[in-house]
């Protein structure tokens, strides 16, 4: 079956929302559309969308002109078994105590290791990212101090390997995990079966802290918040207010380029750096939350 994706781009989030809502109203309608802000400081958001049917390309171009978008670059997709290439190439993934692997290579996991299985279908947050090894590093780290949190919160949870390391280690801790987008709660939720680990995670469909389950955990003392630069500057305030004094976070979704802008914003909200790590183009910042 032949597929498809239109792509376009923007000024401003509230203009690429719009087209996407608009693009969804299409005939032949696409499978799922998306925006993400491109981290170039031009301002410009991308819409795209997916079709299993060939697009209207008149209607994307009226689309395009009723937004002041750019002109949609259609393209069709080659015929590919992308879950079956994606298992050829991805390998597990090792981070200290935690092996992240798909189903094809649960018999490689060694002796004493915690497994984390996600399907190679899901492939954000498989830890082949730069940005969730970076955290599972960092967790890492933070096990090897010896602490003992009570609640963690893996914010914009994704997968929720996170959340699943979080659990495996501190089983008797409260861990949440929370996505802005109601499908990656619905497959956070489908992780934490295929792990196990139903009811060791409490999953939530939230933007930002604004949920009433949330702030009646608070405070955390383990925040995750792997999302992107932009939504990290804007939750600065409420991260740092929903995390206990001494407690720790761990930011990433950030380009090394970016790194010194994110950390001034946290520490002007009362947290400081306690580590730091750059894996290829993105990196990791550990923060303490200071007392008072």
Not at 40 to 52: K, Q
Not at 224 to 236: C, Q, R, S, T, V
Not at 263 to 290: F, H, K, Q, S
Request: aromatic fraction near 6%; charge should be negative.
């Amino acid at each position: 079956m032949s597929t498809y994706t239109a792509l376009s781009t923007v000024a401003g989030q509230d203009r690429a929302e719009a087209v996407a809502d608009a693009m969804e109203r299409l005939s032949p309608e696409p499978t799922g559309v998306g925006i993400f802000e491109i981290e170039d400081g031009s301002g410009l958001w991308e819409v795209g969308g997916y079709f299993t049917e060939a697009p209207d390309e008149t209607g994307l171009a009226l689309l395009a002109a009723a937004f002041d978008a750019a002109p949609f670059a259609v393209s069709k997709l080659p015929e590919t078994d992308w879950v079956a290439k994606v298992r050829r190439e991805l390998s597990p993934v090792v981070a200290g105590r935690f092996f992240v692997h798909g189903s094809h290579d649960a018999d490689k996991v060694p002796d004493g290791a915690t497994a984390l299985l996600i399907e190679a279908a899901m492939a954000f947050g498989t830890g082949h990212h730069g940005t969730t090894l970076g955290c599972l590093n960092a967790l890492e780290a933070i096990i090897g101090t010896g602490a003992a949190p009570r609640a963690v919160l893996d914010l914009g949870c994704g997968t929720a390997v996170l959340a699943m390391a979080a659990a495996r280690v501190w089983p008797d801790a409260a861990v949440l995990a929370s996505d802005i987008d109601a499908v990656a709660v619905e497959v956070a939720e489908a992780n934490l079966a295929a792990n196990g680990l139903t009811g060791a995670v409490t999953c939530i469909e939230a933007a930002g802290l604004d949920n009433p389950a949330l702030a009646a955990a608070a405070p955390f003392d383990l925040v995750f918040a792997n999302i992107l630069k932009g939504p990290l500057i804007a939750l600065a305030p409420d991260i740092a207010a929903a995390t206990a004094a001494g407690g720790t976070v761990i930011l990433s979704g950030i380009l090394n380029e970016q790194a010194d802008e994110v950390l001034a914003v946290y520490e002007t909200d009362g947290c400081a750096l306690a580590a730091r790590e750059e894996i290829g183009d993105w990196t990791t910042l550990t923060l303490t939350r200071n007392a008072g």
